[in-house]
């Protein structure tokens, strides 16, 4: 996740500047990785489609197919959101 820094104690409102999207764009993203249910495309916006594909390669996640994705896949990315 080279380039991704925590979100922390950020603004509510204030967009990330690697990915256009605001904190909870950002989270919503991860929530749909950690529940291992492939999302649906064109209920997400452009921004949140690149995010969710690169937080999956950095994972080794196969985001065409997230319910493939084992349990230990996704809890590193707790680790991020409570650290």
């Known amino acids: 996740m080279a380039g991704y820094t ?3 104690d950020r603004v509510e409102d204030e967009l990330d500047d690697k990915s256009s ?3 909870k764009e950002l ?4 929530s749909i990785i950690h529940s291992r249910k492939t ?3 064109w209920e997400m916006c452009w921004q949140e489609i690149i995010f969710y594909c690169k ?3 950095c994972f ?3 985001y065409h197919w997230l319910e ?3 349990e230990d896949d ?3 990315m707790n680790m991020g959101r409570n650290g």
């Not at 989270?27 to 991860?30: E, G, L, N, R």
């Open 39 to 41: 999302p649906t495309f």
């Open 68 to 70: 493939a994705a084992s």
């Open 27 to 30: 989270m919503d993203v991860m």
């Open 74 to 76: 996704v809890c590193l």
């Open 6 to 8: 925590l979100i922390g």
């Open 55 to 57: 937080l999956c390669s």
């Open 60 to 62: 080794g996640i196969d």
């Open 21 to 23: 999207l605001l904190p």
